[in-house]
T-cell receptor
C-alpha cells in the first residue's frame, strides 16, 4: 500500500512567486493535516481538512496561505507571494477518520526554499 | 485546554544504556497517546500508541512507553540505546471524546546516543 505522498520533495521559489505543495493521502483516508517545521524545531499545525471541507485552519496565516482537499485529486497547500520566512519543511499527514485512535500517517515532506 | 509537554529539549545517552524521553499531558477526558520519531530530513514515523488496556505499550524498534494516569505521563523508554536511535521524538495526545481527530503535539525532544 502506498503511504502518504508529497510532491515536490524540494521546491525553490524566488520572493514573490507562488508555491504549490501537493499531498496524496493514504488510499481511503478522508482526513488531511498540514504542518510546518522550521529547522531543529517542532511541528506547527497549520490546517485540517476533510474532503471538500476545511475543518480547522487556526494555524494558518490569514494572508497568502490557502489549502484545499477536493473531492478528486490531492490536497493542495498554496502559498502566494512567498517570502524568505516561508522557507521550511511542510509535512502532510492523513488519517482514515474512522479509526477511533486518530493515528496520523505522515508524508516525507516538501522542503521549500525561498531565495 | 489540551496540551502536551516534553520537558527536555535534548537527551544524551551512551550507547547500551537505558534511555527515557519524558512526556506529560493534559486532557479533560481519557487520552489517546502517541509517540513518533523523525530522522534527519525525513517525515515522522509512528512508534507506538496507548488507547486502552495494559499501561505498558510496546512499539517499533524495541521502544516501549508506560501510561501513568495519576502522573499524567507517557514516557518513552528503551532498555539499551543504539546510535541509530538518535533522532527527534514527538509525543502527541488526543482526547477520546474529541470527534475532530486532531492530535496535540509536544515540541519534540532530540535524542543523541553517543558511541
Amino acid at each position: 500500500n502506498a503511504g502518504v505522498m508529497q510532491n515536490p520533495r524540494h521546491l525553490v521559489r524566488r520572493r514573490g512567486q507562488e508555491a504549490r505543495l501537493r499531498c496524496s493521502p493514504v488510499k481511503g483516508h478522508s482526513h488531511v493535516y498540514w504542518y510546518r517545521q522550521l529547522p531543529e524545531e517542532g511541528l506547527k499545525f497549520m490546517v485540517y481538512l476533510q474532503k471538500e471541507n476545511i475543518i480547522d485552519e487556526s494555524g494558518m496565516p490569514k494572508e497568502r496561505f490557502s489549502a484545499e482537499f477536493p473531492k478528486e485529486g490531492p490536497s493542495i497547500l498554496r502559498i502566494q507571494q512567498v517570502v524568505r520566512g516561508d522557507s521550511a519543511a511542510y509535512f502532510c499527514a492523513s488519517s482514515p477518520g474512522t479509526a477511533a485512535s486518530g493515528e496520523q500517517y505522515f508524508g516525507p515532506g516538501t522542503r521549500l526554499t525561498v531565495t | 485546554a489540551q496540551s502536551v509537554a516534553q520537558p527536555e529539549d535534548q537527551v544524551n545517552v551512551a550507547e547500551g544504556n537505558p534511555l527515557t524521553v519524558k512526556c506529560t499531558y493534559s486532557v479533560s477526558g481519557n487520552p489517546y497517546l502517541f509517540w513518533y520519531v523523525q530522522y534527519p530530513n525525513r517525515g515522522l514515523q509512528f512508534l507506538l500508541k496507548y488507547i486502552t488496556g495494559d499501561n505498558l505499550v510496546k512499539g517499533s524498534y524495541g521502544f516501549e512507553a508506560e501510561f501513568n494516569k495519576s502522573q499524567t505521563s507517557f514516557h518513552l523508554k528503551k532498555p539499551s540505546a543504539l546510535v541509530s536511535d538518535s533522532a527527534l521524538y514527538f509525543c502527541a495526545v488526543r482526547d477520546w471524546r474529541d470527534s475532530n481527530y486532531q492530535l496535540i503535539w509536544g515540541a519534540g525532544t532530540k535524542l543523541i546516543i553517543k558511541p
